[in-house]
């Protein structure tokens, strides 16, 4: 007779698994509820699955100038995707050396990259070198060529690389092809996990970017959108702490309107909007890459 298999433990993992994936998914429903729900009915009966007052006005003030939120997402959209591909690009090209034993230079620039790693010259020298040597500042250079290279990211994709087998390039040098030829023909092709993953860390790092526009940035129509968010919020602040101190001034001002708890939540799901279309085609590569590339020192 055939043994009976026990299901028990197959049917507790998947259990526990199901439980983990509400724990993530309910705060996000959450949050997209609060963003639809009016300001007062929020504030009295909390946070529901379901809004028990659908409103629209929390999104009515994130959209009340919409060609500069337009103006910010195109932007956002440029210098993400720009920084990303470049990004990717250029940490392939220096990472794929450094996983050849044959390099001369490797263990002289692998200790340079991870000396970045431990040390920085912090955000005064940047400034100057960015704003008064690279006269970067106002412009949209700032927010992707000193984000081209991360220490860590080539680390891995160096990593990844020393996973491929050395005898595909060493057949495709006998066959008489250059570095670039294999590099872009045999190695990249077969790297296309540990890319995607890097894209989308760098892509989700670079769309949530608002430092850079604080910093360096005073065009309104260069503004990022996660710092025009930011702004906006920070208007509302404002003016709730000036109705605030309103009775000392004697200036009477009316926040009743303002859906200042609302906003925040509207506010995420504007931000984060087009990287939850993005990450499914990223998904499938990002636990292979990240592990793979990341398995070997």
């Known amino acids: ?18 439980i983990c994936s509400l724990m993530f998914i309910i705060p996000f429903v959450y949050i997209i509820s609060a963003s639809f729900t009016d300001e007062k009915v929020l504030l009295e009966e909390g946070y529901k699955l379901i809004p028990s007052e659908f409103s629209l006005e929390a999104y009515r003030y994130v959209f009340r100038n919409p060609q500069q939120l337009i103006d910010s997402y ?20 220096l990472a794929y050396p450094l996983s050849r034993p044959n390099y001369k230079y490797r263990k002289p620039v692998m200790f340079f990259i991870f000396f970045t790693m431990l040390f920085n010259g912090g955000l005064v020298p940047t400034y100057i070198w960015i704003t008064r040597y690279l006269h970067m500042a106002d412009t949209i250079w700032v927010y992707i060529l000193p984000f081209l290279v991360n220490a860590f990211n080539v680390v891995v994709i160096r990593t990844f690389f020393q996973g491929l087998p050395i005898e595909l390039a060493e057949a495709a040098k006998i066959d008489g092809a250059s570095e670039l030829q294999t590099f872009f023909k045999i190695i990249l092709p ?3 996990p540990v890319l995607a993953t890097i894209a989308l860390l760098t892509l989700l790092s670079r769309w949530n970017d608002w430092n850079t526009a604080l910093l360096y940035i005073k065009s309104t129509e260069l503004y990022s959108l996660q710092y025009l968010l930011q702004k906006i919020l920070r208007e509302v602040e404002f003016i709730q702490s000036m109705a605030e101190s309103s009775p000392v001034a004697g200036i009477d001002i009316d926040t009743s309107n303002l859906p200042s708890e609302t906003m925040r939540f509207a506010m995420c799901m504007v931000a984060a909007g087009p ?16 592990t793979v590339g990341a398995v070997k020192g």
Not at 3 to 15: M, Q, T
Not at 276 to 289: D, E, H, N, S, T
């Open 1 to 18: 007779m055939a043994k009976r298999v026990n299901k028990a433990p197959g049917v507790i993992i998947n259990i526990f698994f199901c």
């Open 74 to 93: 195109k932007v956002t959209i440029i210098f993400s995707f720009a920084a990303t591909i470049l990004a990717v690009v250029i940490m392939s090209l």
């Open 190 to 192: 077969l790297s296309k």
């Open 275 to 290: 990287m939850l279309i993005v990450f499914p085609f990223f998904q499938k590569y990002f636990a292979r890459g990240l």
